[in-house]
């Protein structure tokens, strides 16, 4: 585990493309519902959002792939896309896909500002969201900065 927690210490919510649908989409959505559930229940105090280098999700994304054979997934990545498309456009054809990973990242830290409850706890100061990226071959996490660079994580 990168962050060196204990079992029982992170609350976890893992879905491909880490994507939060923005706040009042129609229909249930467990994104919502954990995080209410997380913030208004369990008292959480950090949010991280962690991309990885080799995302699928984000490579089909790159990629145009042709996803009518998922329903579901090409339907869920369809929520990523809108907010993606400069970079997916302006994004180099590397197979890590660290600036569209990234790219999202810094979209899904946005999306989850649409909460209200991430709202009112942000201009509390009862919560800090965090933007990280996960690279794969070398093991290295970056922190993404109030100036909206990644770099290296210090440990």
Same mark, same amino acid.
């Given at each position: 585990?990168?962050?060196? *927690?204990?079992?029982?210490?992170?609350?976890?919510?893992? #879905?491909?493309? #880490?994507? %939060?649908?923005?706040?009042?989409r129609?229909?249930?959505?467990?994104? +919502?519902?954990?995080?209410?559930?997380?913030?208004?229940v369990?008292?959480?105090? /950090?949010?991280?959002?962690c991309? $990885?280098? &080799?995302?699928?999700a984000m490579?089909?994304l790159? =990629?145009? !792939? /042709?996803?009518? =054979?998922?329903?579901?997934? !090409? *339907?869920?990545?369809?929520? +990523?896309r809108?907010?993606?498309?400069? %970079?997916?456009?302006?994004?180099?054809?590397?197979? =890590?896909?660290?600036?569209? =990973?990234?790219g #999202?990242?810094?979209?899904?830290? +946005? *999306?989850?500002r649409?909460y209200?409850?991430?709202?009112?706890?942000?201009?509390?100061g009862?919560?800090?969201? $965090?933007?990280? @990226? @996960?690279e794969v071959?070398?093991?290295?996490?970056?922190?993404?900065? !109030? !100036?909206?660079?990644?770099?290296? &994580?210090a +440990?």
């Amino acid at each position: 585990m990168i962050t060196g *927690a204990q079992p029982g210490e992170i609350f976890e919510l893992r #879905n491909a493309g #880490n994507i %939060v649908p923005s706040y009042g989409r129609p229909g249930a959505c467990g994104e +919502a519902a954990t995080i209410e559930y997380a913030l208004e229940v369990l008292g959480v105090q /950090d949010i991280v959002v962690c991309g $990885h280098s &080799h995302c699928g999700a984000m490579g089909a994304l790159k =990629s145009g !792939d /042709d996803l009518s =054979s998922l329903p579901g997934v !090409d *339907a869920w990545l369809r929520l +990523a896309r809108p907010e993606l498309t400069s %970079v997916l456009e302006s994004a180099p054809d590397d197979p =890590s896909l660290p600036e569209v =990973s990234q790219g #999202n990242v810094v979209n899904q830290l +946005a *999306a989850l500002r649409s909460y209200p409850v991430v709202r009112q706890r942000l201009d509390s100061g009862r919560l800090r969201l $965090h933007g990280w @990226y @996960y690279e794969v071959d070398t093991g290295f996490v970056y922190e993404l900065g !109030d !100036d909206g660079d990644f770099r290296v &994580h210090a +440990a």
